[in-house]
């Protein structure tokens, strides 16, 4: 299969990137370089600097190389940027995927996987959290990944595009021999921060808040490998060949619940060094519990989150972060 796989230069596009190859297809990556960098892109992978949202220029690159799905992971996903600029999130993330669907419906593509977001569950009402779970986003990031999704059933209304969302939870990782990881500019996950702390000794990390009702007061989130999230999108693709036209939405996570206290004690007990911290306060808007049911993950892809434990996690972060 060929793979339009916008936003390709990102985090997790690269890895997507490399298991679409692995799996023997043939990505295209499409990215505009805003947060991503060109040398994730690997030789041989024709690479288009463009906004994924300019549906001449992407309908004529599918044609060009015969697309026959798209994993779109492009995006703008800072929560707190987004609450500060809803407009530019609005604007990027739900105007570029309209253009992008366009695309798709004048090229003639019908497989659409999208990377969508837990925040579009907002504060959890039951965890581990489902797919029937209420989608109550509570910040403007979450709204917008929300809204893709509704629009994926007007384009498979219009123009039969079968589609499937995938809901991360916390992406995590690197490649484990180093060579692939994750460098956002300014970082805001959680295990990154704590290995450079850990590593470097700044900037130190701040706990926001240590009083929740979890075993160590702190937050419970649920990480999950950016391998194993990889390995999802290409299950995704499948499962669109086999079910066309249909649409789908799948947690992905470890399925279990991990406290920033237990991610720091990895981390120090992985590098050997303590992970220099601070208590702070609360970050408004955080909810106390964040888990994945990842049941219908397992049961419609038949994936399994197999590298998820926090200790392979931040032991493949560390190398990656070692050598960067
Ligand atoms: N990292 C996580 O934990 C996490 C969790 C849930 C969902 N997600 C979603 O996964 C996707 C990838 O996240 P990431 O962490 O790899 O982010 P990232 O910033 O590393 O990657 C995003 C890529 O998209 C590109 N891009 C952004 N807007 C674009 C546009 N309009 N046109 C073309 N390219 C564009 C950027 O240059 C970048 O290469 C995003 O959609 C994000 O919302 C990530």
Redesign the pocket.
């Known amino acids: 299969m060929t793979v339009l796989v916008?936003?390709?230069?990102?985090?997790?596009?690269?890895f997507v990137v490399r298991a679409l190859r692995e799996a023997g297809h043939r990505p295209v990556v499409?990215?505009?370089?805003?947060?991503?960098?060109a040398s994730?892109v690997p030789d041989g992978v024709r690479f288009g600097r463009?906004?994924?949202?300019?549906t001449e220029a992407v309908a004529r690159l599918m044609r060009e190389e015969r697309v026959d799905g798209v994993v779109?992971?492009?995006?703008?996903?800072l929560v707190g940027e987004s609450v500060r600029d809803p407009g530019r999130y609005w604007a990027?993330?739900v105007g570029?995927a309209a253009g992008l669907l366009d695309a798709c419906r004048i090229a003639g593509v019908r497989r659409f996987v999208?990377?969508?977001?837990?925040?579009v569950y907002g504060e959890p009402e039951r965890v581990p959290i489902d797919e029937d779970h209420p989608t109550r986003p509570t910040n403007p990031?979450g709204a917008t990944?929300r809204a893709i999704e509704q629009m994926l059933g007007h384009f498979r209304d219009a123009a039969g595009i079968g589609w499937v969302s995938l809901?991360?939870?916390?992406?995590?990782g690197a490649a484990p021999d180093g060579s692939l990881g994750?460098?956002?500019d300014p970082e805001t996950?959680l295990v990154p921060i704590a290995v450079r702390a850990a590593l470097r000794g700044e900037p130190r990390l701040t706990v926001f808040g240590d009083d929740y009702p979890t075993p160590d007061g702190t937050c419970l989130r649920d990480y999950?490998h950016?391998i194993d999230l990889a390995d999802a999108h290409v299950r995704a693709l499948d499962w669109l060949a086999a079910h066309p036209g249909e649409g789908l939405v799948c947690n992905l996570g470890g399925g279990r619940g991990t406290s920033v206290l237990e991610v720091i004690d990895a981390v120090g007990r992985i590098t050997g060094r303590p992970v220099p911290h601070e208590i702070g306060p609360r970050r408004a808007g955080d909810p106390s519990v964040l888990v994945a049911s990842v049941e219908r993950a397992r049961e419609q892809l038949g994936w399994t989150p197999a590298r998820s434990s926090i200790d392979e996690i931040v032991s493949d972060a560390v190398r990656w972060h070692a050598r960067s």
């Open positions: 916008t936003g390709g230069a990102g985090y997790i596009g690269a499409v990215d505009d370089l805003s947060t991503g960098h994730a463009v906004a994924c949202g300019e779109h992971l492009a995006a703008l996903s990027r993330n570029q999208l990377s969508s977001t837990a925040a990031y990944k809901r991360y939870f916390n992406a995590a994750e460098a956002h996950h999950v950016v």
